[in-house]
């Protein structure tokens, strides 16, 4: 399985941004996929995860202002961000793997990780 993160660049705050991540295979129909986002100095953190039946769960931080969706046919995960804040500067990272959305936002749950893309909110 490989993951390819796409879509991060610098905007202003209250701008949007949409991150993309296409998948080799059938991922996003195996497995719940998710976005997670690392910050320096901090530990890697969940944002989004959606599961293989289209449920969606999200961090608290981002209710309302990020959207997860996916794509089967393009076997491709997105996170539309609005409302973006300068706190939302981080690298993130598309993963795969956990099976069903049980504590769906721990990384540990996660067998598949992409290379990451910056966002950076200023």
């Known amino acids: 399985v490989q993951l390819v993160e796409s879509g991060g660049g610098s905007v202003q705050a209250g701008g949007s941004l949409r991150l993309t991540c296409a998948a080799s295979?059938?991922?996003?129909?195996?497995?719940?996929m998710s976005w997670f986002r690392q910050a320096p100095g901090k530990e890697r953190g969940g944002v989004a995860a959606?599961?293989?039946?289209?449920?969606?769960s999200y961090a608290d931080s981002v209710e309302g202002r990020f959207a997860i969706s996916k794509d089967g046919a393009k076997n491709t995960l997105y996170l539309q961000m609005d409302s973006l804040k300068p706190e939302d500067t981080a690298v993130y990272y598309c993963a795969a793997g956990a099976r069903t959305m049980y504590s769906a936002l721990d990384r540990r749950r996660y067998i598949y990780w992409g290379q990451g893309t910056q966002v950076t909110v200023s």
């Open positions: 959606i599961g293989t039946d289209g449920i969606t």
């Open positions: 295979g059938y991922v996003t129909s195996d497995y719940c």
